[in-house]
């Protein structure tokens, strides 16, 4: 379909935000998805109930992220060794193979001492390396519902979502692992909107990270539909 010259001013809100969505659709930018959803009183799932609009988030500025490292350098620092400590070490070395990739002396000298003394001799004397791979995928859903602009000890959740997720992506991407942050919030069932904050194919760089910036609260939440689409 073809982009057609429309008068904005003529628009009232609500239209122009359906106006909006039409051409970011039609440019691409945003992708629609449809997902069943289980109804309770059928008994079964209602195929292609609810509909699902994703989007990437804009960038902006990149302060939210900084500051919030800044702000909160205890809290991260523990936070980054707790996920450091999880990483294994690259190589771990096991002792008592029949074969291997090198002779363990120690055990290899017990082998002939037992010879020499007539014993049966434990003939694992090998050792092997093995390399130690950590293949964790993280995907990280927000709920920014109207809820979270409520206030919790003096901070709006909204605000604390952002700290939070600046704290564990910048921890997540040290450590080395794939990870991927999405919010959503949703109006109605044919209206959930799931922004990308970074895909797993991104690096966390300054253009991912300062669209924490972008986050902001709207509607109600539809927990449902916006994790099965996180995890399809």
């Avoid at 991104?202 to 300062?210: D, F, G, L, Q, R």
Wanted: charged share 25%; aromatic share 8%.
């Amino acid at each position: 379909a073809e982009e057609e010259d429309v008068d904005l001013t003529s628009l009232s809100k609500s239209e122009r935000k359906a106006h909006d969505l039409r051409l970011a659709i039609l440019n691409g930018n945003i992708h629609i998805y449809q997902y069943p959803e289980y109804d309770l009183h059928r008994g079964g799932y209602a195929q292609k109930h609810c509909t699902v609009y994703e989007s990437v988030l804009d960038s902006g500025s990149p302060e939210v992220y900084t500051q919030a490292l800044e702000t909160h350098q205890q809290i991260y620092k523990k936070l980054r060794k707790r996920f450091l400590i999880m990483q294994p070490d690259a190589v771990s070395v096991q002792r008592k193979w029949l074969v291997g990739d090198e002779i363990h002396i120690s055990d290899a000298t017990d082998y002939v001492t037992d010879l020499l003394r007539g014993s049966s001799p434990d003939e694992k004397i090998y050792i092997r390396r093995n390399r130690n791979d950590r293949s964790i995928a993280a995907a990280v859903l927000v709920d920014v519902s109207s809820s979270t602009e409520e206030m919790v000890n003096g901070a709006r959740i909204i605000d604390t979502e952002r700290t939070a997720i600046s704290l564990l992506a910048s921890a997540l991407s040290i450590v080395g692992d794939a990870f991927a942050i999405y919010t959503f919030f949703s109006m109605g069932r044919r209206n959930v909107f799931l922004s990308v904050v970074k895909e797993f194919h991104e690096s966390w760089t300054e253009e991912t990270w300062s669209r924490i910036d972008s986050i902001d609260a709207n509607a109600s939440n539809r927990d449902g539909c916006a994790i099965r689409h996180t995890t399809f």
